[in-house]
């Protein structure tokens, strides 16, 4: 009796299987972009706050700690957020600390822009030209945007006066490093390009000069000319024989005769030099000494040093106020007396007509 064969074996069914892999692919591929979507969105509608506010981000700060101090000012609405927009928005870059003005209603995607890109708010520091070491000092000590202990005061002559623009935070001395830099650089370039046959033959003899320039006139102008006039009287040689070496002189000397200095009286009223100051052998005073100062008598302005490396073609030798707040030159004595007795002549004028004021 013949055996009947077996049935062949079924085919596998894998369809369904494979089609409940595809459906839960699809299904995670959708919640990636819907969640994707969603945190787009989330972190790019308006943010809480409803004003303007500054916040100040500490140097090494981490996210988390950045994200929940933001939350706790109410600027976000969750620091978990924060720290995945960091990761996400900030290609890879760390916040940067600084202080940072955070607009009203400002999306927790451009926070996280702002902070990784360093906008932060920068604060001015201004420092006029011609202003002395031990009032540079002052501001620094007095500015409640740096931080840190007061450095030791650099040589007079050594900063470069200008308006610093800097971050809430930086140290004094980073910003006094700042300053001497600025001053170096400079210093250098100007010296470079200095005029031919000069009679200063270092680059601190022409700072040394150039803070004179900087103390005789407050018209820029004037700076190249009055410039002249000492060059010209070094080369003759002449004693220089200006005025704000006697002030340096005696405010050195005698600290309680001056007010950021200025000469004044016992009353703190400005005052003119005195004769016994004029005849005052402080090392300073040019009327006393020949050639320069011992040291600058003040920190140059960049304008200043220009003028001084590169002054005007002229063979004046001396010069005087002219009532308008600049000065007139001249090239003889003769001629510098005429000047003289006019500038007195406007003084007696002046003085005449506030003793008639009421």
């Known amino acids: ?10 085919p596998r069914r894998s369809g369904g299987l494979l089609s409940i892999l595809f459906s839960l692919a699809f299904m995670a591929a959708a919640a990636a972009v819907l969640g994707a ?55 890879g870059r ?3 600390a600084g202080e940072y003005q955070i607009p009203a209603g400002a999306p927790l995607r451009e926070i996280v822009r702002m902070m990784a890109d360093g906008e ?18 002052r501001i620094i000590e007095q500015s409640d945007v740096l931080t840190g ?18 971050q809430r935070g930086m140290t004094r001395a980073a910003l006094l490093q700042l300053m001497r830099e600025a001053h170096d650089r400079a210093v250098a370039e100007i010296w470079a390009n200095r005029a031919p046959n000069l009679p200063i033959t270092t680059p601190e003899q022409l700072v040394n000069l150039a803070s004179i320039v900087e103390r005789e006139t407050g018209v820029p102008e004037e700076r190249p000319m009055v410039a002249a006039v000492f060059i010209n009287r070094l080369r003759v040689p002449m004693r220089l024989e200006t005025d704000p070496t006697i002030i340096y002189g005696v405010c050195l000397r005698h600290p309680d005769r001056c007010n950021d200095g200025r000469l004044v009286n016992a009353q703190g009223q400005r005052r003119t030099i005195r004769a016994s100051e004029i005849a005052l052998d402080t090392g300073y005073n040019t009327y006393r000494i020949d050639g320069l100062p011992p040291t600058p008598i003040s ?49 007696a004028q002046r003085l005449a007509q506030q003793r008639a004021a009421p």
């Open 1 to 10: 009796m013949a055996r009947r064969s077996a049935p062949p074996p079924r």
């Open 37 to 91: 979507l969603w945190f787009v969105v989330d972190t790019s509608r308006p943010g809480p706050s409803t004003e303007p506010a500054a916040f100040m981000v500490e140097r090494g700060a981490s996210a988390a700690a950045i994200g929940q101090a933001l939350e706790e000012q109410h600027l976000i609405r969750s620091a978990l957020m924060f720290r995945l927009a960091s990761r996400a928005y900030a290609d």
């Open 94 to 96: 760390g916040l940067q």
């Open 120 to 137: 932060a708010l920068m604060h001015a520091i201004t420092f006029p030209e011609g202003i002395t070491i031990a009032a540079a000092m």
């Open 149 to 166: 202990d007061m450095p030791e005061a650099p040589p007079e002559g050594s900063i470069l006066p200008d308006t610093y623009h800097i």
């Open 299 to 347: 920190n140059p302005g960049r304008a200043a040093l220009e003028a001084t490396a590169n002054p005007a073609q002229s063979d004046a030798l001396f010069f005087v106020a002219d009532g308008t707040g600049g000065h007139i030159f001249a090239r003889t004595l003769a001629e510098h007396n005429a000047n003289v007795a006019r500038w007195r002549e406007i003084e």
